[in-house]
């Protein structure tokens, strides 16, 4: 537990208001059910898991598609070891390699190939529609603005 998360001996939690165990219940349900429905329509049109879209997604807004794969892990919220997992079955589908990095012989470099980056442009249509349909077409602009702010606030904490 961390410094800011422990109770000193003696006081009570800061038990949830009803708005905001209504609210958390709510957050708690989309992440559980979000990443799943994300992942039935990769694997329907696409046959990869939503894993590896975001890792080709990150990868084709990376400087020259490339990046050290510690920093891919990190933006796509994925263990090293996982990553390489992912990656390896994307290697074999020719849409990206790994090299060793020229300034860290312990680094690779994760590349999207030519075949990588048609894939993903075949496949983002369909999930682009999926995220519009479950997400953005039921929010005002207002509102998507206000999700915006509300994530930009609560992912510095999750992410340290």
């Known amino acids: 537990m961390t410094q800011n998360a422990t109770l000193a ?3 009570e939690p800061r038990w949830l208001t009803s708005p905001e165990m209504a609210a958390w219940l709510n957050l708690t349900q989309l992440l559980m059910l979000l990443p799943s429905a994300l992942d039935r329509q990769l ?16 990868l ?17 919220g994925t263990t090293t070891s996982r990553l390489s997992h992912a990656v390896a079955s994307l290697e074999q589908r020719g ?8 300034f860290d012989k312990r680094g ?3 590349s999207l190939t030519e075949e990588g980056r048609s894939a993903l442009e075949a496949f983002a ?3 682009v529609a999926e995220v519009r ?11 998507i603005d206000q999700l915006r702010e ?5 992912l510095p904490a999750v992410t340290g």
């Not at 349909?133 to 509102?143: G, K, M, P, Q, Y």
């Open 9 to 11: 001996v003696g006081t």
């Open 43 to 58: 694997r329907d049109d696409a046959g990869i898991p939503h894993a590896y879209y975001q890792i080709l997604a990150t």
């Open 60 to 76: 084709s807004g990376a400087p020259g598609q490339s990046m050290r794969m510690t920093d891919l892990a990190r933006l796509v």
């Open 95 to 102: 849409w990206m390699t790994r090299k060793a990095c020229a």
């Open 108 to 110: 690779q470099i994760a």
């Open 125 to 127: 249509p369909g999930h």
């Open 133 to 143: 349909r479950l997400i953005f077409d039921r929010l005002s602009a207002t509102e």
């Open 150 to 154: 509300i994530t930009g606030k609560i």
